[in-house]
């Protein structure tokens, strides 16, 4: 069974760092592309970021570029979001996916976890 | 990157049938078959429920459709029940400098 399993949401100032974990199991984690895909509150979804399998090439909204970093680590089967100078609009759910195709692209978006929240406020 | 156009809710009775729409343009839902649906329940995450375009993942009823007409991709779902009320959101890829973008979803309710 696939269990995505996300860790590291807290409350944090304006400007402040997080860094999100995302632990998988059920399936061969080197062999899917990942990605984060967050909600605010009461709002709808938003792409974030996403990364190739086996740590290949990675991806990221407009939105977010250059302020996050995703990354994986497969001896650990852990995927990662490091976010960086984060503004109140970072404020949300952020949900861990693994992708559809094995050694395909991130998208259609199969397997979500339940989501951690980040909440951006001084 | 705009997110797509759904309309905000639409609603039908058990039985009926009811179809959500999904407009973008030629750099995304016109240009690609690549677009998906997802199904969230309240407090719930989101489920895959449609892939590329008209594809069925494993385990989800044929009730659930997909199709696509030029820049607009539809969901239908037919014999509604009461637990297909939630919120649904589609998604596309996208030819601009953030390629995957999602609908602001539409909150579907069984009368």
């Known amino acids: 069974e696939v269990q995505l399993v996300e860790s590291g949401g807290d409350v944090v100032q304006p400007g402040g760092s997080l860094r999100l974990s995302c632990a998988a199991s059920?399936?061969?984690?080197?062999?899917?592309?990942m990605s984060w895909v967050r909600q605010a509150p009461g709002k709808g979804l938003e792409w974030v970021s996403a990364i190739r399998s086996s740590g290949g090439s990675t991806h990221y909204a407009d939105s977010v570029k250059g302020r996050f970093t995703i990354s994986s680590d497969n001896s650990k089967n852990t995927l990662y979001l490091q976010m960086n100078s984060l503004r109140a609009e970072d404020t949300a759910v952020y949900y861990c996916?693994?992708?559809?195709?094995?050694?395909?692209?991130?998208?259609?978006?199969?397997?979500w976890g339940q989501g951690t929240l980040v909440t951006v406020s001084s | 990157q705009s997110a797509l156009t759904q309309p905000a809710s639409v609603s039908g009775s058990p039985g009926q049938s009811i179809t959500i729409s999904c407009t973008g343009t030629?750099?995304?839902?016109?240009?690609?078959?690549?677009v998906s649906w997802y199904q969230q329940h309240p407090g719930k995450a989101p489920r895959l429920m449609i892939y590329d375009v008209s594809n069925r993942p494993s385990g989800v009823s044929n009730r659930f459709s997909g199709s696509k007409s030029a820049n607009t991709a539809s969901l239908t779902i037919s014999g509604l029940q009461a637990e297909d009320e939630a919120d649904y959101y589609c998604c596309s890829y996208t030819s601009s400098s953030t390629p995957w973008v999602f609908g602001g979803g539409t909150k579907l309710t069984v009368l």
């Open positions: 996916i693994k992708g559809f195709w094995p050694s395909g692209s991130p998208h259609p978006f199969d397997y």
């Open positions: 059920g399936f061969t984690f080197s062999n899917y592309a």
């Open positions: 030629s750099g995304d839902v016109g240009g690609y078959n690549y």
